[in-house]
């Protein structure tokens, strides 16, 4: 006896669970998209710090002496921020190519007084990420340099972004000095930042093949967002705090206080005579 089944139940019941699937699929994000960002590998294979480069390389420099520079912008009072790249200007110093920020100093101001810098990693993982590294030149008032400094910059993570990234700072204590020149120099934009939150900490082999090295520096490049500003309490206190380079190892705590704090039954205490081994002490006239 052959058995018929209706057929539209069937198909219905196949549509639906059909339907279910294409729901499901939209509900749930693909996996690489579950990845945190600065945990993704970067979307366009060629070295985003290279391209930075290239296109510095072959930008038009509008600038090549002090005196070119505009500087109507005041410094700002507490730091701000500024990004540099593609369709800023760029200015050709002593035969290389950066991008630059000018500014007139506050007039009045007791010296000596600090400038805080901040810059920002520039990436959407750590890995890929680089810094602008600025450069520092103190104009008089006939734009003569009467002070220039490489920034070095120190990491810090804090409890916000604001308290977060790579400071630095530069001290005013020239009574001539009336303009302030930020750019990039050949050595900056070829050094390195140490930074403590190494990739090796996200090394997953599930999500990333990343670098598992011991110590891990943040390349300088080309462009990218930067904070500068008369020094306040929060970055007074991030850059006071930051990391500037990997922490010197030590045989530990404990063996740091035995050498400080001898105890008595160390080696230089058993030098009188009464010292393990050597039986007990005779008593005198014996």
Request: proline share 8%; charged share 15%; with cysteine.
């Amino acid at each position: 006896m052959n058995r018929r089944f209706p057929l539209l139940p069937i198909v219905l019941a196949a549509g639906a669970l059909l339907a279910g699937c294409h729901t499901m699929q939209k509900l749930v994000p693909p996996v690489k998209d579950m990845v945190p960002p600065n945990l993704r590998p970067p979307e366009n294979s060629d070295d985003p710090l290279k391209q930075a480069q290239q296109r510095l390389l072959d930008a038009t420099p509008c600038c090549t002496s002090f005196a070119d520079f505009s500087y109507q912008d005041l410094l700002p009072w507490q730091p701000q921020p500024f990004t540099l790249g593609s369709g800023s200007s760029v200015a050709n110093i002593a035969g290389t190519h950066s991008y630059f920020l000018a500014f007139r100093l506050p007039a009045g101001l007791k010296l000596p007084y600090r400038v805080a810098f901040k810059s920002e990693l520039n990436g959407r993982w750590l890995k890929s990420s680089y810094l602008f590294a600025p450069t520092v030149v103190l104009l008089d008032s006939g734009f003569q340099p009467v002070a220039a400094k490489d920034i070095g910059l120190c990491e810090h993570m804090g409890w916000s972004n604001e308290s977060s990234g790579a400071f630095g700072s530069f001290t005013v204590d020239d009574k001539d000095a009336r303009y302030l020149l930020v750019y990039s120099s050949a050595a900056q934009q070829q050094g390195k930042t140490y930074w403590e939150q190494s990739p090796a900490t996200f090394n997953s082999k599930a999500t990333l093949d990343m670098d598992t090295s011991g110590s891990f520096s943040v390349p300088h490049g080309p462009d990218g967002t930067l904070w500068v500003g008369m020094m306040n309490t929060t970055y007074a206190k991030a850059v006071d705090n930051a990391i500037c380079k990997k922490p010197q190892e030590g045989d530990g705590v404990l063996n740091t206080l035995r050498s400080a704090l001898p105890l008595p039954w160390s080696n230089s205490t058993s030098s009188t005579g009464a010292g393990a081994g050597n039986g007990p002490a005779k008593a005198k006239g014996s």
